[in-house]
C-alpha cells in the first residue's frame, strides 16, 4: 500500500487521538517515556552530548525520561582521534561516567563512520607506505579494539558500521581506509574486530534507509549487504534505522512525500528473516514541508511518528527505541536542515523549554499499545 501525507494522517489519528492533549504526566515518576516502554521489553533513550551536555536541565530530562543514552559526537573518530598515534577519550569519558552515574544505559556510536565526508582529515593525509591495505587495516583495528575493549564493560550496543551505502547508487561508499582492501572487507574487520573487543555486545550496521516508495534502491543495497555479512559469518546482529523522518535521508531534505507500507514491511521482513534484530536508533522529524502554526504541525509530527512506530514495533525484534534528541533546542536539524519560512523546527518530542509536545504522547501511546517482548534488550 502506498501513502502519502493524508492517508498517513487518516492511519495515525485513531491511535493518537487518545493521547493527544493528555498529559502523561510530570517528566518524572512512572509515567517517564523510559519506564512506559520498560513495562513492554523496550528499552527508550536518546542522544545527548556535543552542545547540550552541559546544561544541567537538559541532562535532568534525559536522566528522567531515558533509560539509555548515546553519545552524540563524542564517540566518533572525528572527536576520539586528534592524529593518527593519540586518542582522547575525555569527552566520552564524561558522558558514560554521567550516564553510568544516572544508572542509564550506554549506546556507542559509531566504531566506523563509512562516509569520507564525516572522517578526521589526517586520514586523508596520512602516510599509509607501501602497503596501504595492511596499514588501512591496521588503523582499522586498532581504533575498534581500542574504542570497543575500553567501553565493553559500560556499552552493551555498539553502532559498529554507520552508512556504508551510497543511497542514490546502492554501491558501498569508498574511503581512504577501503580502497587499499574493499569496501566490504573493511566493514566485515570492523565487525570480526568489535566482536573480539566486546564479545557480549550487540554488533549494529546503522543506516537512514526509509519507508518512502522512492527510497526503494537504498533498502535493497542494504539488504544485499547485510546477506553477504551473514553468509561470510560476520558478527552482525541487528540493524539499525536511523528514523529521521521526513526526508528522503539526512542529507538531502525533500519533505514527506509518498510512503510505501508494503515494500517497508517486506524489507523489516526481509532484515528479520535473517535473524536481525531491528533498532530505532535516531528518531526525529523534518518538519519543513508541515504548517507553520504550530498546532497544526505538532499535530501532523506527532501523527507521524505515531502511524511510524506502530509500524516498527509490531516486530518483536525491536526493542530499542532512540531519539535524536529530546528537545527542540538543541535538535541539529535547527542549523543544519532550516525551515524556508524562518520558524524554528519541532522536530523532537519536548519543546524548546523542555515542555512536552504532542509528539511526546504519541510515542507513550505506541509504547502502551505495544505487544509486550518476550525477551529485553541486551
Given at each position: 500500500?502506498?501513502?502519502?501525507?493524508?492517508?498517513?494522517?487518516?492511519?495515525?489519528?485513531?491511535?493518537?487521538?487518545?493521547?493527544?492533549?493528555?498529559?502523561?504526566?510530570?517528566?518524572?515518576?512512572?509515567?517517564?517515556l523510559?519506564?512506559?516502554?520498560?513495562?513492554?521489553?523496550?528499552?527508550?533513550?536518546?542522544?545527548?552530548?556535543?552542545?547540550?551536555?552541559?546544561?544541567?536541565?537538559?541532562?535532568?530530562?534525559?536522566?528522567?525520561?531515558?533509560?539509555?543514552?548515546?553519545?552524540?559526537?563524542?564517540?566518533?573518530w572525528?572527536?576520539?582521534?586528534?592524529?593518527?598515534?593519540?586518542?582522547?577519550?575525555?569527552?566520552?569519558?564524561?558522558?558514560?561516567?554521567?550516564?553510568?552515574?544516572?544508572?542509564?544505559?550506554?549506546?556507542?556510536?559509531?566504531?566506523?563512520?563509512?562516509?569520507?565526508?564525516w572522517?578526521?582529515?589526517?586520514?586523508?593525509?596520512?602516510?599509509?607506505?607501501?602497503?596501504?591495505?595492511?596499514?588501512?587495516?591496521?588503523?582499522?583495528?586498532?581504533?575498534?579494539?581500542?574504542?570497543?575493549?575500553?567501553?565493553?564493560?559500560?556499552?552493551?550496543?555498539?553502532?559498529?558500521?554507520?552508512?556504508?551505502?551510497?543511497?542514490?547508487?546502492?554501491?558501498?561508499?569508498?574511503?581512504?581506509?577501503?580502497?587499499?582492501?574493499?569496501?566490504?572487507?573493511?566493514?566485515?574487520?570492523?565487525?570480526?574486530?568489535?566482536?573480539?573487543?566486546?564479545?557480549?555486545?550487540?554488533?549494529?550496521y546503522?543506516?537512514?534507509?526509509?519507508?518512502?516508495?522512492?527510497?526503494?534502491?537504498?533498502?535493497?543495497?542494504?539488504?544485499?549487504?547485510?546477506?553477504?555479512?551473514k553468509?561470510?559469518?560476520?558478527?552482525?546482529?541487528?540493524?539499525?534505522i536511523?528514523?529521521h523522518?521526513?526526508?528522503?535521508y539526512?542529507?538531502?531534505?525533500?519533505?514527506?512525500?509518498?510512503?510505501?507500507?508494503?515494500?517497508?514491511?517486506?524489507?523489516?521482513?526481509?532484515?528479520?528473516?535473517?535473524?536481525?534484530?531491528?533498532?530505532?536508533?535516531?528518531?526525529?522529524?523534518?518538519d519543513?514541508?508541515?504548517?507553520?502554526?504550530?498546532g497544526?504541525?505538532?499535530?501532523?509530527?506527532?501523527?507521524?511518528?505515531?502511524?511510524?512506530l506502530?509500524?516498527?514495533?509490531?516486530?518483536?525484534?525491536?526493542?530499542?527505541?532512540?531519539?535524536?534528541?529530546?528537545?527542540?533546542?538543541?535538535?541539529?536539524?535547527?542549523?543544519?536542515?532550516?525551515?524556508?519560512?524562518?520558524?524554528?523546527?519541532?522536530?523532537?518530542?519536548?519543546?524548546?523549554?523542555?515542555?512536552?509536545?504532542?509528539?511526546?504522547?504519541?510515542?507513550?501511546?505506541?509504547?502502551?499499545?505495544a505487544?509486550?517482548?518476550?525477551?529485553?534488550?541486551?
Open positions: 500500500m502506498t501513502m502519502n501525507r493524508r492517508n498517513l494522517l487518516a492511519a495515525g489519528a485513531a491511535t493518537l487521538a487518545c493521547s493527544l492533549g493528555q498529559s502523561l504526566g510530570a517528566a518524572t515518576g512512572p509515567n517517564s523510559a519506564r512506559l516502554a520498560s513495562a513492554k521489553g523496550i528499552r527508550f533513550g536518546s542522544t545527548i552530548g556535543h552542545t547540550n551536555f552541559a546544561d544541567p536541565a537538559y541532562r535532568r530530562l534525559n536522566a528522567a525520561q531515558c533509560g539509555l543514552i548515546v553519545p552524540e559526537t563524542e564517540m566518533k572525528i572527536a576520539l582521534r586528534p592524529d593518527a598515534r593519540r586518542f582522547d577519550f575525555r569527552a566520552a569519558d564524561a558522558i558514560v561516567a554521567w550516564a553510568r552515574q544516572e544508572r542509564l544505559g550506554i549506546r556507542g556510536h559509531t566504531l566506523l563512520w563509512h562516509f569520507e565526508r572522517m578526521p582529515e589526517w586520514t586523508r593525509t596520512h602516510d599509509y607506505g607501501v602497503k596501504p591495505g595492511t596499514e588501512a587495516a591496521r588503523l582499522l583495528d586498532e581504533h575498534v579494539d581500542t574504542v570497543a575493549r575500553r567501553y565493553a564493560g559500560r556499552v552493551d550496543s555498539f553502532d559498529v558500521v554507520n552508512e556504508g551505502i551510497d543511497p542514490d547508487t546502492g554501491l558501498l561508499r569508498e574511503t581512504v581506509l577501503s580502497k587499499p582492501v574493499g569496501a566490504e572487507n573493511l566493514i566485515d574487520m570492523a565487525f570480526r574486530s568489535a566482536r573480539r573487543a566486546a564479545p557480549h555486545a550487540e554488533l549494529v546503522n543506516d537512514f534507509m526509509s519507508w518512502r516508495s522512492d527510497d526503494a534502491r537504498h533498502r535493497d543495497a542494504v539488504l544485499r549487504l547485510l546477506d553477504r555479512l553468509t561470510r559469518g560476520t558478527p552482525v546482529t541487528a540493524l539499525g536511523q528514523s523522518l521526513g526526508s528522503k539526512s542529507e538531502a531534505p525533500t519533505g514527506l512525500g509518498a510512503l510505501d507500507e508494503k515494500a517497508w514491511r517486506q524489507f523489516l521482513d526481509a532484515v528479520t528473516g535473517m535473524g536481525l534484530d531491528l533498532l530505532v536508533t535516531e528518531l526525529d522529524v523534518h519543513n514541508p508541515l504548517p507553520g502554526a504550530i497544526p504541525r505538532d499535530h501532523e509530527v506527532a501523527a507521524h511518528t505515531r502511524a511510524y506502530d509500524l516498527m514495533l509490531s516486530y518483536p525484534q525491536c526493542r530499542t527505541v532512540m531519539c535524536w534528541g529530546l528537545s527542540d533546542r538543541y535538535s541539529w536539524l535547527q542549523p543544519l536542515r532550516p525551515r524556508p519560512d524562518g520558524l524554528p523546527k519541532r522536530p523532537l518530542p519536548y519543546g524548546d523549554a523542555f515542555a512536552p509536545k504532542p509528539m511526546r504522547d504519541a510515542i507513550a501511546g505506541a509504547f502502551a499499545g505487544v509486550p517482548r518476550s525477551r529485553t534488550p541486551v
